[in-house]
């Protein structure tokens, strides 16, 4: 055995998780490097793993709604979004609280800094979630905080349920809530000139 092969550092095996882990405790490092089990959603929360199931066709059709009016904004202002993020696409470490999300959608306007991983200092200007029945509780009542903690300025909650969007726009530091039903439209400074259309986008969902 040569020298080289000695002092050689050795590689940690990468910790897998899958369903069972729900509910257990990680640290936001850890949890950062994990490797998981396909054909579920993983998040961290306060230090604890979240599990859940893919969503169904319903949230699938209303992220595919507003991804399309994104895509057709951008196309229109070249100039003013600079990545449409998904779940598996780009991620929300919130240090503070030791959470790490996912949300549904996240679009950025700036510069990404050019470095492979850049989420621990890229901030969206709007992360979106649209709720299931298995997220209500996270998407309502702690996500806003973590989110609000990160710098984003705009958090859109979609409750194809209840048939309302929330829109979570940031004055100071906290979160003003403005919601929105069928009919109504949705304008924000953030992205000038564009418009949600309620009434379109709470459509897909319809069963």
Do not use: C
Not at 35 to 56: A, F, N, Q, W
Not at 79 to 88: E, F, K, R
């Amino acid at each position: 055995m040569n020298l080289a092969t000695l002092i050689r550092p050795t590689r940690r095996k990468a910790t897998r998780i899958g369903p069972s882990h729900d509910g257990r405790r990680m640290s936001l490092a850890l949890f950062d490097r994990v490797r998981t089990e396909p054909g579920y959603l993983y998040e961290l929360g306060k230090g604890v793993i979240e599990v859940s199931e893919i969503p169904d066709i319903w949230h699938a059709m209303v992220e595919d709604s507003l991804r399309e009016s994104l895509s057709e904004y951008r196309r229109d202002h070249p100039s003013v979004i600079t990545l449409i993020g998904g779940g598996s696409s780009a991620k929300i470490p919130v240090e503070s609280t030791q959470s790490e999300r996912h949300p549904d959608i996240s679009v950025y306007r700036t510069q990404h800094p050019g470095i492979a991983q850049p989420w621990d200092v890229w901030v969206p200007e709007i992360v979106v979630e649209i709720v299931s029945d298995s997220s209500r509780k996270r998407d309502y009542d702690v996500k806003p905080d973590e989110y609000l903690a990160f710098g984003v300025k705009e958090y859109w909650l979609i409750d194809p349920a209840k048939s309302v969007v929330i829109a979570h726009q940031r004055v100071g530091g906290l979160f003003q809530k403005k919601s929105l039903k069928p009919g109504q439209k949705y304008k924000t400074h953030v992205l000038p000139k564009f418009v949600l259309d309620i009434s379109k986008l709470l459509a897909s969902a319809k069963r």
